[in-house]
């Protein structure tokens, strides 16, 4: 029984030192030939045009969350106010119903554009899904250039154009005393960033270089 062992032992030990063998040769092949392709990390651009439009997107990104962060805690400190001076001290402060509609309106809007650039807007793509990759492409490149022309036109144009006749007329909020043309900002400004993410979508689907999205690995096509 003992020399049975110790032969098992033996083989165990020759296919063990066979296997290190081989895994060492095919190590140097691979660094005979510059090693082996290792796919890029999340967090590092890509080549070519995928650097410069990633490190924008992440900053546009980045502006968008702190600013939405930022508008919700006032928010929230807004209604609680507002609740605790109608119950508690039993007048409720004028400005408070005013200000979370404006809030509402400027979160609304920064948030679909936030949303748009991080594409987490919901799509049907059950017919594109059944193209070729060319129509595909195509189609996409037909969503983004409607999404910009109404980002342009509407959002930024058409905005703009509210926001300074509305700052002619001098209009002014009945409870805050501010000028309602201020408010209406958020229309122009969402339309920028929709207009600005646009753009770079346009980039990436022309050129090939997507650069990447939260949770989603940076590739080159």
């Given amino acids: 029984m003992g020399a049975e062992e110790r032969g098992a032992r033996l083989l165990i030990e020759e296919e063990t030192s066979a296997l290190q063998d081989a895994m060492s ?45 930022a508008a919700f805690v006032v928010l929230t400190l807004d209604t609680l106010w507002g609740v605790f001076s109608r119950y508690v001290i039993g007048t409720q402060s004028r400005w408070t119903e005013e200000l979370a509609v404006y809030l509402l309106v400027w979160i609304s809007l920064l948030g679909a554009g936030l949303a748009y650039g991080e594409k987490a807007h919901l799509g049907v793509d059950y017919f594109v899904g059944k193209m070729d990759p060319g129509a595909q492409r195509v189609a996409a490149i037909a969503v983004e250039l409607l999404v910009a022309s109404f980002a342009g036109f509407a959002l930024l144009y058409g905005g703009s154009t509210l926001v300074a006749k509305t700052l002619e007329a001098k209009q002014v909020s009945p409870a805050l005393g501010l000028q309602v043309g201020y408010a209406y900002l958020a229309v122009p400004i969402s339309g920028l960033f929709f207009l600005l993410f646009c753009i770079e979508n346009l980039v990436e689907l022309l050129t090939g270089k997507a650069s990447p999205r939260r949770g989603a690995p940076a590739v080159d096509a």
């Fill in 25 to 69: 040769s095919a190590r140097a092949q691979e660094a005979g030939r510059g090693g082996p392709a290792r796919p890029a990390s999340a967090g590092a651009p890509t080549r070519g045009v995928a650097g410069p439009l990633h490190r924008l997107h992440a900053g546009l990104i980045r502006m968008l969350e702190v600013v939405l962060i």
